[in-house]
């Protein structure tokens, strides 16, 4: 231990562990990967999450094609390998997220399941928890928010997962939304409740 | 505004704001990144600042070789092309971090102007501060922990940043921590008194 005068700074020499970033923010990291069809309700769903648990005074920050796809992959396009790559990117940068204490909404399709288990894999035992938010194919075209089944239909967006491509729903997520029946309150109140439970939301120093 | 009975959750809709975070975490979010040769102490003084920092309360976080090389960048290699896309996703990565709120330590070598360059721009007025960890190419090689110099010197590693290829300082670093001359703690004791007074730190609310 040294003390520099200059500043008040006492400096115990040391690494900081995670640990020690949890305590500070009362929480646990987490990264909550939600996967589910265009227009399923992902992003809505992390955004209003990410909205609750800062009001209550939680750290917590979503990863979506907004920040990702024009920033840290912006060099990426739409081939297999690029997709996965994309998620692969994704997958490491939350595992960074995870590590700082945040805890991480990823919102992206994300239709292979090979490229969310590689996911999976990276990270520690409780660290990644995989949300199917699942609506139906005809909720979503029905949906439509965006008109890209249309365009889908038309044959004008190629790869278009649901027409043109394949989704691989998750065999053994950890939570399932289902946005065919509940409200957007209904399905944040159902993962937040979950994170509670599991003890991420801690109890705030 | 809907009272979702089940969880006693109040779901205010709305986006979350970097305000937001910040708020939650007393502090503002920053990428400070040091760049400096191999062996000038860019990571000694990152690791002890972060562990200053925590020490205090605040959520700092530390983005070097060791996660990054072997996870996000783990498909990269050294050509001048690597290198480049090496600094642009740490880059694109900090970003992240820093709209998340948090402080941010960016520890490599990061020699070429432009590769900084480009990653100021991608960020706010004063969400990047440059961090010049000033060691003489003499001091440096005296050191050699890991034996990298005489390695190079030896040419059994190409391109090695001061002996073989160019470090290209900044020409208007925001801080300067003179390693040469000064210890770890007063380089530390330099940096965050810098966040310090920056207002970077805030008050813990």
């Known amino acids: ?82 997709r996965s790559e994309n998620i692969r990117r994704i997958g490491e940068v939350a595992k960074l997220f995870t590590e700082s204490g945040v805890i991480v909404f990823s919102s992206f399709i994300s239709p292979y399941r090979s490229d969310r288990d590689n996911v999976r894999a990276l990270m520690g035992e409780g660290d990644f928890v995989e949300v199917l938010v699942d609506a139906s194919l005809e909720t979503c075209e029905g949906r439509d928010v965006k008109g890209l089944y249309q365009k889908a239909r038309a044959g004008e967006i190629p790869e278009f997962t649901g027409i043109s491509a394949p989704y691989e729903a998750p065999e053994n997520p950890e939570l399932v939304l289902d946005t065919n029946v509940q409200s957007v309150e209904e399905s944040v109140a159902q993962l937040v409740a979950y994170l509670e439970k599991g003890g991420y939301l801690g109890a705030k120093a």
Do not use: C
């Open 1 to 82: 231990m040294a003390e520099n005068k200059s500043s008040n700074i006492t400096w115990h020499a040391g690494e900081t562990t995670r640990d020690d970033r949890e305590s500070v923010l009362g929480q646990r990291g987490v990264t909550v990967w939600l996967t589910g069809l265009s227009g399923s309700g992902k992003s809505t769903v992390a955004v209003a999450a990410e909205h609750v648990l800062v009001q209550r005074g939680r750290l917590a920050y979503v990863l979506d094609g907004d920040n990702i796809r024009h920033g840290l992959n912006s060099n990426l396009g739409f081939s297999p390998e690029d």
